[in-house]
Structures are given as structure tokens and as C-alpha cells.
């Protein structure tokens, strides 16, 4: 009689029981040649993580497509952790979104040529939807690690925010359902391919969305460091 074990046995014993964290990021957008969200979420899922399984999905610039692909991954990896990234080229740190807000109204056309102005994301939807991810504590092991971070208070009102906001309702669909997740936004800024302004490289970017990963599989669900994160403007 074979000693070897069974094809389920083996299946078992081979099965990553560490928890499954969905990064995602943007393809490029307006005339851009990379977007680094995307990238940044690309490598993560091909270096790995020591302490999860990092799956990741490159989202169109669009207010119809990247929810409801969002939601289809999440679906499909059923993730403890969603961290969703974005490209503030602008920003001069890693900045963890603290709110995402029922509005739509851009500034600039996304990637399908649609460009709502003045329009709710879900009509009877809530005002705004928080983060549930250790936003303050993300933002402190970030720069503690030498990279410059800090908590925002705006997502915007471009696809970015759209997507945070859907996010957010997911989170909450699965929770009425009891399927826990927690997720949040984070925008990260330009790298030198884009030119102009701040720049951060790559290896800095994947670096510091690391470390919020870190930071949030260290911290219990609901919790938060308590340090000043706040805004006077």
C-alpha cells in the first residue's frame, strides 16, 4: 500500500493560511506614462510579503469600470485587508486617506472621456465614509521609517475618491453579511518618470506601502495609534 498522501491531504497541507491582503492600484491617466499605484501594487504581489499572501489588480481610471472591478476582486480573493493606492503627484508624502465623500465632480476627464461635475456616488448614500485602516499609525511607522507620510483629509473628488467610497460599502455589505474586512485608501505621490514636483522612487513608494501593510496586520480592527494627525485647514 502507497504511504504517500492523498491529492486533498497534499492540497491541505500546501494551503498559505496566512491572511490575503488586496493591494490595488491605477493604470495611467491623463497622458501620463506610468502610474505608480499600479506599479507599486504589481510588485508587491510579485515580491511577497512574509507575514500575508499579497494579491494585487490594476484598476482603470474610470468612474463606470474600477468599482465594480474592485468588488470582483475582492470577490474572487476574499482578502482580510484591502489596501486600495492612488497617485497624488502633487503630495510631498505617503498620505493614508482618512474620508472619502459622496461626490463626484472632475476636474479632468477620466480614461473612458466621462467627467461628472456636481453628482453623488450613490444618491442615497451616507455624506462621507471613513477608512478602517490604523491611518495615524501607518502614517508614524512610515516616516519613523525615514520615508515622509502623513494622514490626509481629502481623496479628492476624482476616481480615487470614487473608488474609496465604493470600497467603503463594500465593507460594509460584508459586514452586515459577517464576512469582516478591512480596507482603506492610500495615495502616494509622483515618481521621477512623471517629472516636476516632488518625487519619490519606486523602491521608496513600495517601501512605505510595505510597512502600512506591517502596520496593519500589527494593529486590532478598530484601533488606532493615538498621536495627533489632524489638519487646522
Known sequence: MSNAPSPSNTHREHRDSRPTVLVTGFEPFAGAPVNPSGEVARRLAELGHPDCRVVAEVLPVSFARAAPLLAAAIEAHDPEIVIALGLAETRHAITPERVAINLADARIADNDGDQPRDAAIEPTGPAARFS????????????????????????????????????????EQRSADGRAL?????HVPATPQLGGGPAFTLDELERGIRIAISTTLATRPHHDADLPGGSTH
Open 132 to 171: 478602517g485602516l490604523p491611518v495615524k499609525a501607518i502614517a508614524h511607522d512610515i516616516a519613523a521609517a525615514g520615508i515622509d507620510a502623513e494622514v490626509s483629509l481629502t481623496a479628492g473628488s476624482y476616481v480615487c475618491n470614487h473608488v474609496f467610497y465604493e470600497l467603503m460599502g463594500i465593507v
Open 182 to 186: 478591512r480596507a482603506g485608501f492610500i
